[in-house]
């Protein structure tokens, strides 16, 4: 089974950086695609990162390529999203979440969700 508990949220300032971090209390999380989504108000959950099981592949949204970084630890049974050069329209709940596809940037197919971190970028 599958947990995911997202951590590392807050309230910054434009331009500066934070990290994201989902950690996983089952033993299987290297068996799975992880990917970051996230929720701004108003809108529909939508697509941020994602990266294979092994961290061999990755794949970013067009508005965060550059300045957002996945990566994984499956020693830790972690995933990381480290943001860079934050920006107000990054302000949203970010979504750790898990799919046993191989590949996958489509929140449909991702079969467990973490709870969400709120993240708040002020101008």
């Known amino acids: 089974q599958v947990q995911l508990v997202e951590s590392g949220g807050g309230l910054v300032q434009a331009g500066v950086s934070l990290r994201l971090s989902c950690a996983d209390s089952g033993r299987t999380f290297s068996r799975y695609t992880m990917g970051w989504f996230r929720q701004a108000p108003g809108k529909e959950r939508a697509f941020v990162a994602t990266?294979?099981?092994?961290?061999?592949?990755?794949r970013y949204a067009d508005s965060v390529e550059g300045r957002f970084t996945i990566s994984r630890d499956n020693t830790k049974n972690t995933v990381y999203l480290q943001m860079d050069t934050l920006k107000p329209e990054d302000t949203a709940v970010y979504y750790c979440?898990?799919?046993?596809?191989?590949?996958?940037?489509?929140?449909?197919?991702?079969?467990?969700w973490g709870q969400g971190t709120q993240v708040t970028v002020s101008s």
């Open positions: 979440a898990a799919t046993s596809r191989i590949w996958s940037i489509d929140q449909g197919d991702y079969e467990y």
């Open positions: 990266m294979s099981r092994a961290g061999t592949l990755k």
